[in-house]
């Protein structure tokens, strides 16, 4: 039994092996003294995948909704789904600055990338936040993207005041309550 690795770099659909035998004695049947096998080798398949999510938000201001302020916090997850390892694998995200490159990405590793985003004013005007994540490698070129839309909306600060008058009333007399919410 010989055993052998095909080359990550061949190109071809077939690969085809003779091995051949002799003898220092008279063979009487010389034609079978060679054998020859051929295998199929799948194309190469180089794809990724990635997934956005958001992980987790801190509500800074204990709204119980997402604000200005709060900090969305994300993972970004890529995956070698194809049949090859994968060279230079870049994820990145459009809301902050980090990206994770790995440099060889192993058949169904992954390359993840986490970072976090500060809510701005600007945001609860358009109503939320809408966060894209990518990836790009020297094989599967891309760039594949993921989304993550996450609503926005305003904190609240109401208050209300209450005033009477007059004061102090006399009985029988009429007394007006004014009330303002602010």
Do not use: M, R, W
């Not at 190469?44 to 938000?57: E, R």
């Not at 995200?93 to 060889?104: L, S, V």
Request: proline residues 4%.
């Amino acid at each position: 039994t010989v055993v052998t690795t095909v080359d990550p770099s061949f190109s071809g659909s077939t690969i085809s092996n003779t091995a051949s035998v002799s003898s220092g004695s008279f063979d009487t049947n010389s034609a079978n003294n060679s054998a020859t096998s051929s295998t199929s080798v799948d194309a190469t398949n180089p794809t990724l995948s990635i997934l956005k999510v958001l992980s987790s938000t801190s509500d800074n201001d204990s709204s119980g909704s997402v604000t200005a302020g709060d900090q969305l916090n994300y993972t970004v997850t890529a995956t070698n789904n194809g049949n090859i390892a994968l060279h230079n694998v870049v994820v990145s995200d459009d809301h902050f600055p980090a990206t994770q490159t790995c440099a060889t990405l192993a058949i169904s590793a992954n390359c993840v990338l986490t970072g976090s985003y500060t809510v701005t004013g600007g945001d609860v005007g358009t109503g939320s936040v809408t966060n894209i994540g990518s990836v790009t490698s020297t094989e599967a070129a891309g760039p594949f993207t993921s989304s993550v839309n996450t609503p926005v909306g305003t904190a609240a600060d109401v208050s209300i005041t209450k005033t009477d008058a007059p004061d102090p009333v006399a009985p029988g007399a009429q007394l007006t309550h004014t009330i303002t919410v602010g």
